[in-house]
């Protein structure tokens, strides 16, 4: 077995990766990831997912193209150029509400909102503001995080922060999780019922 997709690429991927490069967006999701983002998405009918962390809309393809016609995708990034790339590509799927916010402002106006599944791919929801962000969690539902295997753009220190971010995910009862030393590193974890 390869690590190669064999699946079809999400239609708007190209074009998005296309777009990303020229701006220079260095930050994108591995398409590895990306093909378990949809897999996972697809678990989740008539799901509520979010994404923190939009970037350009490369992850969010996946993402959509897991979904079912039923759910609905709610994408939050602070920088608007970036957004505006994914806006371009998928603002026409109306399961889509693409939102240019601060991480924290966002979180804190919607936190009475739940999910079946959060992908955290951003500051915040993964580094800052976790516990708000697993509260926002249905049970039975999915935080997914990625780059958690150590990366060339990594400034210096980001390793130990990585490890201490797993480790709060390890001590968290209300969670199961599996670590996965593939793709950049990936976490998926499940909020317990009960």
Known sequence: MTDEIKQAIPPAYRGIAVATEKAGFTMASDPLTGSLLRTLAASKPQGGFLELGT??????????SGMDQKSSLISVDNNE????????FLDHDPRLQLVCADGEEWLLANSSLRFDY???DTWHGKYLMLEDVLAMLKPGGLYIIDDMLP???WPEGHHAKALRL????EKNESLLLTKQTW???I???TRKAG
Not at 55 to 64: C, K, M
Not at 166 to 169: G, K, R, S
């Open 55 to 64: 970037g350009t809309g490369l992850s969010t393809s996946w993402i959509l």
């Open 81 to 88: 150029a970036f957004l505006g790339i994914a806006a371009d």
């Open 118 to 120: 959060i992908f955290a």
């Open 151 to 153: 990366q060339p753009n």
């Open 166 to 169: 797993v480790e709060e995910l």
């Open 183 to 185: 793709s950049t590193g």
């Open 187 to 189: 976490v998926v974890a």
